[in-house]
């Protein structure tokens, strides 16, 4: 410290210089000082973290990632999955699922989040194992995927059997659907020795509906909510008696009972099948319609058996697609590509009128999917009531026609 001469005014500058306290003094005010100061920033500090926990700025599980994050770990996935008690999957290690792949050596699937390989129990039950790729979101895709699943049961759903979280390894142990994806039987004419028009019209029929029930029990048979936002020929597996099982719930969001609209950021889904209300807001609100409307597509696609993506789809060609299949349906045109009896026409052409309701652009004009089982399985063909043409330009230029939804 320099010399107090260097830092002490003189004369006038400082009249009361003899009251000027010594060094000693000085260190006393400053440890003085000093403390009260610093538990009063403690305090403060504390008050901040108490409020914006209160006010959900900062939740418990933050503090605790915070801590984790210092030390370079992921977010303990297993302190979520607790929560779920008897609703949680079976956990399993990295090496258990390479064990029940053999060293991931059978490839059943591909998509979006990872890969499929086909493996089994130690009791003996095939199943499949989806290994997630690795993602920038720090692992949110799989415990959604997980959240979202684990609190369902019902024979349209595929089942979630197991779990495998362990730093950025990460696998979901699923029921083993023999058939696979529904899209095999839509797009991959050359590759199948059963084309989608040697699948039965009806067995198609039953497809839908399962496919129904199953957005039905999600919608509203759930403990609580569930939207899917993906449902997609690709998302839809098929066991030994073609029943449907929805599948991948990455993109799914719960939500509660009494909401109508659900508040969401950004887009989800995939091209060809997304609600307009998703990826614009003007459209109207998300709800529990956006999922009937891509059931829709999925049903119209499997009918008109034409590949509704194919080479990227605009919201021109997905435009084209639907009014192509109204044009038919409008002047009388045979639908289906195969020789059909008159009852499966008619089998054809609900499934066609009902699922254009579906794709209506305004959400309020679209059915719930209660309605569509209705529809499907209980209206006469005579019965149901002619869609407007499908537009998507805008929910203010559709057809003023509309259902009792």
Known sequence: MSSSRGLTPKGPEYPFQHLRPSRKLNRRVVVV??????????????????????????SINTMARWKRDAKNYHFNAEEIIVNFGSMAPKRYTYSDVKKLTKSFKDKVGQGGFGVVYKGKLPDGRIVA?????????????????????????????????GECYERSKRALIYEFVPNGSLDRFIYDKGALDIANCHLENKTMFQIAVGIARGLEYLHSGCRTRILHFDIKPHNILLDEKFCPKISDFGLAKLYKTRESVVSMMGTRGT????????????FGGVSHKSDVYSYGMLVLEMVGERKNIEGGTSRASEKYFSQGIYKKLEQGETLGTCDVTGDEEDIIKKMIIVNLWCIQTNPSDRPSIEKVIG????????SLPFPP?????????????????
């Open 33 to 58: 000082i000093g403390i009260p100061t610093g538990v009063v920033g403690i305090v403060v500090l504390s008050l901040v973290i108490i409020c914006s926990v209160k006010r959900g700025r900062l």
């Open 129 to 161: 194992v989806k290994v997630l790729s690795k993602s920038k979101d720090n692992g949110k895709e799989f415990i959604n995927e997980v959240a979202s699943i684990s609190r369902t049961s019902h024979v349209n759903i595929v089942s979630l059997l």
């Open 271 to 282: 091209i060809g099948y997304i609600a307009p209300e998703v990826f614009s807001r003007i």
């Open 375 to 382: 529809m499907l399985e209980g209206s006469a063909l005579q």
């Open 389 to 405: 043409k499908p537009v998507l330009d805008s929910p203010l230029d559709s057809s003023t026609t509309s259902l009792s939804m």
